[in-house]
């Protein structure tokens, strides 16, 4: 040891300790390296990374140690990047768990459970901000409601309508649809979104003929129990149309908005005019034409719509 010392005085070899700026800026750079690595790669590559900066500073000090002589700061710059890679993979977990938990209140009450599933496993499939996107909206309503509803009692027309929404919404959850909205007694429903579809349209054509076989059974059921008949009229359209959180920073929902959607609507009033039960537009039969069997109703022009389209009546299904 003494031998040593007395050597290193003689040729003024000495350990030299390096400035504050070089600590500073290790301990900055390993922290921002960390950091950038968690920003732009997956946890598991990020650890990688970090792991590597780790080891390579490590060699660096030793190497500095040994053959420059320079005492570099190795503890603080280390727990730099571990405080960083902690603090960022725990916000990144908190950030995860609050987007799942809101994906799940969203559309819990609108998709079938396997649906809300697949989009908590996989949320970057939904975007909630709102997008344009080609998407195929149903909308059906019960024929003479209000004169209906007038003439019962209130307790009775909730409980037939609330068992006839049942069984209508099971008839769009079948075919993966999402309720966007019950209004009254009408019902709202979209294909394509939040989860993708590339047979949206075929999905909400066989949705509408579920919807009428289904109401066949309940016009049995209905008629047994001295009941009133309920008749309904449906309206697809097929096309492009904003989709997102919509609404208030207090009260969101998740929804579509667009002329596409009007149509739809505009044409589940049209079955009134001509006296059919399912109007599909010329937008949606392009999709399902080797499928569907139909009846051309003509051209119209809708309201809101100056241009008039092809609209047709959809009776079946061919497979």
């Not at 503890?75 to 993979?89: E, I, Q, S």
Request: hydrophobic share 45%; with cysteine.
């Amino acid at each position: 040891y003494h031998a040593t010392v007395l050597d290193n005085l003689l040729n003024e070899d000495f350990i030299r300790r390096n400035s504050n700026l070089f600590d500073f800026l290790a301990i900055f750079g390993l922290a921002l390296i960390t950091a950038g690595a968690l920003i732009f790669f997956s946890p598991l590559v990020s650890a990688l990374i970090t792991v590597i900066i780790v080891i390579g500073y490590l060699f660096a000090s030793q190497f500095m140690f040994e053959e420059m002589s320079l005492w570099v700061a190795v503890v603080p710059p280390l727990w730099a990047a571990f405080l960083t890679f902690t603090g960022a993979t725990v916000h990144h977990f908190a950030l995860e768990q609050r987007e799942k938990k809101l994906i799940k209140n969203t559309f819990s009450r609108y998709l079938v459970p396997a649906l809300v599933d697949e989009l908590v496993k996989h949320p970057e499939k939904v975007s909630l901000g709102g997008e344009k996107k080609e998407l195929t909206v149903l909308f059906s309503d019960i024929r003479n409601f209000t004169s209906w509803s007038e003439s019962l009692p209130a307790d009775v027309v909730m409980e037939q309508l609330n068992e006839y929404l049942d069984v209508m919404t099971d008839c769009v959850f079948d075919q993966e649809g999402m309720i966007d909205k019950y209004i009254g007694d009408a019902i709202m429903a979209i294909f394509g979104a939040p989860v993708s579809q590339d047979d949206q349209a075929r999905r909400a054509c066989r949705a509408a003929l579920k919807m009428m076989k289904a109401l066949k059974k309940l016009h049995l059921k209905w008629e047994s129990e001295g009941r009133s008949l309920l008749n309904i009229g449906v309206g697809i359209n097929t096309g492009e149309m904003f989709v997102g959180n919509m609404g208030s920073q207090k009260i969101m929902n998740y929804t579509v908005i667009g002329d596409a959607v009007n149509l739809a609507a505009r044409l589940e009033s049209a079955n009134k005019q001509y006296h059919t039960s399912i109007i599909i537009s010329e937008f949606t039969y392009k999709k399902v034409k080797e499928e569907a069997v139909v009846r051309e109703l003509g051209e119209t022009t809708v309201k809101g719509r100056t241009q008039p389209i092809k609209i047709y009546e959809l009776t079946g299904w061919k497979v």
